[in-house]
């Protein structure tokens, strides 16, 4: 479960978050769509601890994510996946060093657990046998798949995405979104999507809303926001489609 109940964050006189409230049920995924640099990114940097509200309550499984001490907040991180916007994979690794990564670096698996864990999330993601690519050897749909692996490979409960769908051409985005959707129903993982595609919400999430202002402006299952009548999901929605 993900709370978040009137969560103000002000970057020196700028207002990035005004009064956020936020519920996630465990297992359940939510979407966040809205204008550019509106803080949407703001929002999963403080359900992982990056960022401490400067008034009200981050709550992640219970537990009050700003009152955490470091051992807590890493002991946090280990239940929650986290999809960069361009995948973030380190160049000069293979595509299983790249996935077996947090494992090597916060837990004290043996090596041989470490390989199986890593060709377990490789055939979920679809990509057998691509272990031994190095990322400029893939594709960018592929890359995306990779770091899916990655912040799979810890099995999270808990898994944000920022922008999945970033870079990718249509065809792909879809299929990275159904993909998620897919992990999402079949191991019952929270997750909260920050995406700029209507079609990544419509597939990927139970709920969805507009974040504007500050605040979320809309909020509903995706058929309820995309035909909103609220003026700033409109506003939002009709620029994008000019």
């Known amino acids: 479960m993900i709370e978040m109940r009137s969560v103000v ?3 020196g006189n700028q207002a990035v978050l005004n009064g956020v409230d936020l519920f996630v049920p465990a297992g359940s995924s939510f979407a966040v769509m809205g204008p550019s640099g509106t803080g949407k990114s703001v929002l999963l940097k403080h359900l992982i601890g990056l960022l401490r509200p400067d008034e009200g309550q981050v709550i992640v499984s219970g537990r009050s994510v700003p009152d955490l001490s470091r051992e807590e907040l890493r002991g946090l991180r280990r239940d ?12 000069w690794l293979n595509v299983e060093d790249n996935i077996a990564l947090p494992l090597r670096e916060t837990t004290n698996m043996p090596e041989p657990e470490i390989k199986e864990r890593v060709a377990s999330v ?8 691509a272990d ?8 960018g ?4 798949r990779v770091g899916l692996a990655r912040a799979l490979v810890t099995q999270p409960n808990i898994i944000l995405y920022d922008e999945p769908e970033a870079g990718l051409d249509p065809g792909m985005s879809i299929a990275i979104s159904e993909l998620i959707r897919r992990l999402q129903a079949e191991y019952g993982m929270t997750s909260v999507i920050v995406t700029h595609s ?9 709920r969805m809303a507009i974040f504007d202002g500050g605040q979320f ?3 509903g299952v995706p058929e309820e926001v995309l035909h909103s009548d609220h ?12």
């Open 122 to 129: 490789l055939e979920m993601v679809r990509l057998e046998g």
């Open 80 to 91: 929650m996946g986290y999809l960069f916007q361009f995948g973030a994979l380190i160049n």
């Open 217 to 219: 402006v809309v909020e």
């Open 132 to 139: 031994q690519k190095f990322p400029s050897e893939i594709s």
């Open 198 to 206: 209507s079609d990544c919400a419509s597939i990927a999430a139970d």
């Open 9 to 11: 964050k002000s970057f």
């Open 141 to 144: 749909g592929m890359q995306k």
């Open 231 to 242: 003026p700033r999901a409109r506003a939002f929605f009709g620029a994008r489609s000019t």
